[in-house]
């Protein structure tokens, strides 16, 4: 894999037509210039709204890891995780099809906020009012969170800590039917 030598904001994400301001774009460029990827990400406070950042006039700062990226505007420094599921790397194990889907965690070491975490895959598919989503051969039920309007939509991210799967739409995510298989997602963090 080529190493990035230089990152530049690329706008909110667009997707079926719409924007999505809580969701961020980089474009990523190799030492010639060339373009490698645009790369999406979030905050969870921007996502929540309790925070908004105009991304054209902030600092980007080293991070470790490819997957969490730290912005600076003088006055907040905020972390913003990789997003969007990859339908690049599907697969079929014991006859369900899996993508991959980003997955975040609450920064408890140094409590900066939501970084990156190693994908997980899952597959997705709704029995009547439920949904349930199988991680690699463990399904668990969810149920669609009452501010979605409509059918979900495309995958944003996991957050290990609640379990909730974050749609595209800013109000839209799955929430654990059952309380205690919030353990079942916390094992999934190798």
């Known amino acids: 894999m080529p190493v990035y030598q230089w990152v530049e904001y690329a706008g909110?994400?667009?997707?079926?037509?719409?924007?999505?301001?809580h969701i961020y774009g980089f474009r990523y460029f190799d030492d010639k210039g060339k373009l490698l990827s645009t790369v999406y990400y979030e905050n969870m406070e921007i996502r929540s709204g309790k925070k908004d950042l105009d991304a054209s006039k902030t600092k980007i700062l080293p991070y470790p890891g490819d997957a969490t990226i730290e912005l600076l505007n003088g006055?907040?420094?905020?972390?913003?995780?990789?997003?969007?599921?990859?339908?690049?790397?599907?697969?079929?194990?014991?006859?369900?099809?899996y993508v991959r889907m980003?997955?975040?965690y609450f920064e408890t070491n140094y409590n900066?906020?939501?970084?990156?975490?190693e994908d997980v895959e899952f597959s997705i598919r709704k029995d009547n009012e439920r949904y349930v989503v199988t991680f690699t051969g463990t399904p668990v039920p969810f149920k669609l969170s009452p501010s979605?309007?409509?059918?979900?939509?495309?995958?944003?991210?996991?957050?290990?800590?609640?379990g909730r799967i974050y749609f595209v739409a800013r109000d839209c995510y799955l929430e654990l039917v059952n309380s205690e298989d919030i353990q079942k997602i916390r094992s999934l963090r190798r």
């Open 12 to 21: 909110k994400l667009m997707y079926d037509g719409k924007e999505h301001p």
């Open 75 to 97: 006055t907040d420094t905020l972390l913003f995780f990789h997003v969007l599921e990859s339908d690049e790397f599907k697969r079929t194990y014991q006859g369900i099809e």
């Open 102 to 104: 980003p997955a975040v």
């Open 112 to 117: 900066v906020g939501f970084t990156s975490d």
């Open 148 to 162: 979605c309007k409509g059918e979900p939509g495309k995958v944003s991210f996991l957050n290990e800590e609640d």
